[in-house]
């Protein structure tokens, strides 16, 4: 059964690196049929797609976000990460992790991410 | 950018009674277009993709179509667990765009 976790700090100050890992369990990373994607959700709010990765590394950015994003993916560990910089309450949200099978099909749970000094 | 509308951005209805969601895309996306519910606290779940597809185990109550620029997804005979939030989202260019989303909620 295929799983998604995210993890990483639930608290980053204002003009601070927010950084999450999304671990994949039950499924390679490395399959050729999948991207993977980051979509964020602000408490109370819709969803805002960040971005996607193939394992190859092969990327794309939604360009609102593009100028503070990186998306990277480590095949030996099975993991893919999110890099934001400059963050700031605006950032703050729920950090989904997700394989991208034509749509989002898996998730991982969400973790909050507030942004405050 | 794509810009995905959804309406109505609320809807009251009670058990039994069939509804319908409206999408619309700001350019022709073709059928590429998906349905998620969320509930709350909880991640999207993927109903359908190219705007009429199932995802497996999701039961045939729902039911999407449009192609183009309209699209709805329709959920017959309301359950108490159907009552949630639904968002449609067009994966036709990068960035992937979501609706605002719908509330659904019992009346």
């Known amino acids: 059964q295929l799983q998604l976790r995210e993890s990483g700090p639930g608290l980053v100050k204002p003009s601070e690196t927010l950084s999450l890992t999304c671990t994949v369990s039950g499924g390679s990373i490395s399959s050729s049929d999948y991207y993977w994607a980051w979509i964020r959700q602000p408490p109370g709010k819709g969803l805002e797609w960040i971005g996607a990765i193939y394992y190859s590394g092969s990327t794309y950015y939604n360009p609102s976000l593009k100028s503070r994003v990186s998306i990277s993916v480590d095949t030996s560990k099975n993991q893919f990460s999110l890099k934001l910089n400059s963050v700031t309450a605006a950032d703050t949200a729920v950090y989904y992790c997700?394989?991208?099978?034509?749509?989002?099909?898996?998730w991982g749970q969400g973790t909050l991410v507030t942004v405050s000094s | 950018d794509i810009q995905m509308t959804q309406f109505p951005s609320s809807l009251s209805a009670s058990v039994g009674d069939t509804v319908t969601i409206t999408c619309r895309a700001s350019?022709?996306?073709?059928?590429?277009l998906a349905w998620f519910q969320q509930k709350p606290g909880k991640a999207p779940r993927s109903l359908i993709y190219?705007?009429?597809s199932l995802q497996s185990g999701v039961p045939s109550k729902f039911s999407g179509s449009g192609s183009g620029t309209d699209f709805t997804l329709t959920i017959n005979s309301l359950q108490p667990e159907d009552f949630a939030t639904y968002y449609c989202q067009q994966y036709s260019s990068y960035p992937r765009t979501f609706g605002q989303g719908t509330n659904l909620e019992i009346k």
């Open positions: 350019q022709g996306i073709s059928n590429y």
């Open positions: 997700a394989r991208d099978f034509v749509v989002p099909d898996f």
């Open positions: 190219a705007a009429s």
